[in-house]
């Protein structure tokens, strides 16, 4: 951390229960030249990947539905979100981390992958950093079923919705996850399918 406009302060552990939740009190050098004392919260559960699985001939994508808790507990009825397959990087980088996420969640060994861009979510109090990737997909690649693994008990539904329903579904709330929606949007500005 190189800003000289920032001067870390005190850093408090609130949680490590799920992730890493940090309370962090730091100065900051205002444009003025005056500096005052600000408090944030930073919720430290590392980076991510996510990926579009598009099927150019058929004009497919493969999502996945599964209970999310913090939508149910704001305003979700079901808790279930429909979204593109992701997860957290473990020990790998983030192809590998893509790959590995993509044979556990949706049953296809997918051949090549193009990563397209990567963006902090939610960079107000969240330090992760999605890198968003795109593949072709065919039916020769399933492998298995899919639906995540029973140690992380993700209980996943894998789902081949057509392109055009799929950007429909953002128009109709069906699709609320803003990386799904990124990656939705992607995949019709470059005409992937």
């Not at 861009?117 to 890198?131: D, L, N, Q, R």
């Not at 539904?157 to 609320?176: D, N, S, Y």
Request: hydrophobic share 35%; with cysteine; net charge negative.
């Amino acid at each position: 951390m190189t800003n000289p406009k920032i001067r870390i302060l005190s850093d408090e552990l609130l949680s490590k229960n799920w992730y890493i939740l940090k309370k962090y009190v730091y100065e900051y050098l205002k444009n003025d030249g005056s500096t005052e004392i600000q408090h944030r919260e930073v919720y430290d559960r590392g980076n991510g990947a996510t990926i579009l699985l598009y099927d150019k001939k058929e004009k497919n994508v493969i999502l996945i539905r599964q209970f999310r808790m913090p939508t149910y507990v704001n305003g979700n009825e079901t808790g279930m979100v429909i979204e593109a397959c992701a997860g957290l990087l473990e020990e790998e980088n983030a192809e590998e981390c893509i790959r590995r996420e993509s044979e556990e969640e949706t049953g296809y060994k997918i051949r090549e992958v193009r990563k397209i861009f990567e963006s902090y979510m939610s960079p107000g109090s969240v330090t992760e950093i999605i890198h968003f990737f795109v593949a072709e997909y065919s039916k020769d690649m399933k492998v298995n079923e899919g639906g995540g693994l029973d140690s992380e008990h993700e209980n996943i539904e894998v789902l081949e919705i057509p392109f055009a329903k799929a950007l429909h579904m953002i128009q109709t709330g069906e699709i609320r996850d803003a990386k799904t929606i990124m990656l939705l949007q992607y995949a019709q500005i470059h005409q992937l399918l």
